[in-house]
């Protein structure tokens, strides 16, 4: 790595610290961090230090995307698209923990160049599990396999079990998924205790039900949440969510267009994820990829989809036209179809709405909300530029542009437990941040102008690393 000083003088600095952007300000890294935020004009001259004219540029803190998948994003050809857009960290919220911590290690150790990955360890399913054999990578190999990007546990012995192997692991935090009843819930979140963050993508068990157990932070605004946002009558039972619901798309469409977001139950609901601090990582982006609003695949960036994103999806493509052609021969009833197929474009912009205007009213009653995506599980988005049209979502909702970027770095940092390091330009902290050539403030989307990409202290031009994305290697 460089450790030469670099100075970045003259720009408009958004520190995300909760005041307005500084024009004028200089910016001096040095051994990887943040040295002095100064202005301008008293910044003096730094003898041996890299110097980037910031005239008529912005600066803002790197970008945090608080739900991805590495391993299902193209693994190691995912890294460079991630830096070359800005996202300088990543939470991984499912993989297998021995593919992502040794390489979390090797980028921290600056071996891989890649952004910072903050590893969740695998999903920690309940039975029978929210994937079946047919779900390829997601599919679960048993209980307790560190090789698994989905573990299936079945007892709070297990569950007890499954924490001290991945805390001796050393992960970052925790996913609990669908397929988890109330029970094991409770004996997760026990045995826990508070070490490391917990985060859910839930469905047997309520998001109200985690949050008086104590989670820390729920994905997913269309999922999660639904049995506590929607009206009663189109709740799905207890088992019957997630996973084992056909055309799964269709029925929360349905709960979500017919939503009052006035009623009392909603509005209890709010208060309890804003009394109790939990934050809700919403995966905007997959309501407008995974529903019938297919704003996805207008996202120019899919052109810089990673080779081993690409590869994935034409295996899984392959896959799926082989299962229906065998049960076609066979005289068996068709697989269900894909989860795009069949959605109705109406009822799914009715759910977009509504959906955004939670966003709002979780954001206006002081909760947090912090931009994230699912990319590598969910339909047609691609590494970084997807966060892009999450913060783009955010500002549509109805969030002030500087909030927007606030939440996507210094209160996502605070909810990686990682404020200490990440998530502002303030001396002292890890040199993570964006020359932008256009005003983020003005704009929102002008988070893409990015010029130059500076992690850890190193500068990177976006351009090369996209290209190395697709390219792979
Ligand atoms: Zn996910």
Redesign the pocket.
């Known amino acids: 790595m460089d450790s030469r000083p670099l100075l970045i003088s003259n720009a408009t600095v958004f520190d995300a610290t909760g005041g307005p952007a500084r024009p004028n300000t200089s910016i001096l890294i040095e051994e990887g961090r943040i040295a002095a935020v100064t202005p301008a004009a008293g910044q003096g001259t730094h003898e041996g230090a890299t110097l980037i004219d910031g005239t008529g540029k912005f600066v803002i803190p790197g970008l945090i995307d608080m739900?991805v998948?590495v391993e299902l994003s193209g693994g190691e050809d995912a890294l460079p698209a991630w830096l070359g857009t800005g996202v300088t960290s990543v939470r991984d919220?499912?993989g297998a923990p021995a593919n992502l911590i040794p390489l979390r290690d090797a980028i921290n150790a600056g071996t891989k160049t890649g952004p910072r990955v903050f590893t969740y360890g695998p999903l920690l399913d309940g039975t029978p599990p929210i994937f079946g054999a047919a779900a390829g990578a997601l599919a679960p190999r048993g209980g307790i396999d560190p090789g698994s990007l989905t573990w299936t546990i079945a007892d709070a012995a297990t569950a007890e079990q499954a924490v001290d192997e991945l805390i001796a692991r050393g992960v970052d935090g925790f996913k609990l998924y669908a397929g988890l009843r109330p029970d094991l819930v409770r004996a997760f979140l026990e045995r826990i205790d508070g070490r490391l963050p917990v985060t859910g993508?839930l469905s047997r068990t309520w998001a109200s039900e985690a949050i008086e157990m104590g989670i820390n932070c729920l994905?997913h605004v269309h999922a999660t949440i639904y049995q506590d946002v929607v009206p009663p009558e189109f709740r799905h039972p207890r088992e019957e969510g997630n996973g084992f619901i056909p055309n799964y798309w269709t029925w929360l469409n349905t709960g979500w267009a017919n939503a009052d977001l006035g009623a009392d139950y909603v509005k209890r609901f709010v208060e309890l994820l804003v009394s109790r601090g939990v934050a809700l990582s919403p995966t905007t982006v997959l309501i407008t990829g995974g529903m019938a609003t297919r704003e996805a695949l207008d996202e120019p960036g899919l052109k810089y989809t990673p080779r081993g994103l690409t590869q994935r999806r034409a295996a899984q493509m392959e896959q799926a036209r082989r299962l229906r052609e065998e049960a076609e021969k066979a005289g068996r009833p068709l697989p269900p179809p894909m989860a795009l197929e069949g959605a109705d474009a109406e009822m799914g912009q009715r759910a977009r709405a509504k959906q955004l205007e939670f966003l709002r009213m979780v954001y206006e009653a002081g909760g947090t909300v912090v931009p994230s995506t699912?990319v590598g599980?969910a339909p047609n988005q691609v590494p970084g530029f997807s966060l892009h049209r999450e913060l783009a979502l955010f500002a549509e909702a109805g969030i002030p542009n500087a909030a927007v970027i606030e939440l996507a770095t210094r209160h996502a940092a605070r909810v990686l437990r990682k404020d200490d390091e990440l998530g502002t330009l303030a001396p002292g902290k890890r040199a993570d941040l964006l020359l932008l050539t256009k005003d983020p403030l003005a704009d929102i989307h002008n988070t893409r102008a990015i010029e130059t990409v500076v992690k850890d202290g190193v500068a990177y031009a976006p351009q090369p690393l996209l290209e190395r994305a697709v390219a792979g290697g």
Do not use: C, I, R, T
């Open positions: 739900h998948h919220v499912g993508h994905e699912d599980a």
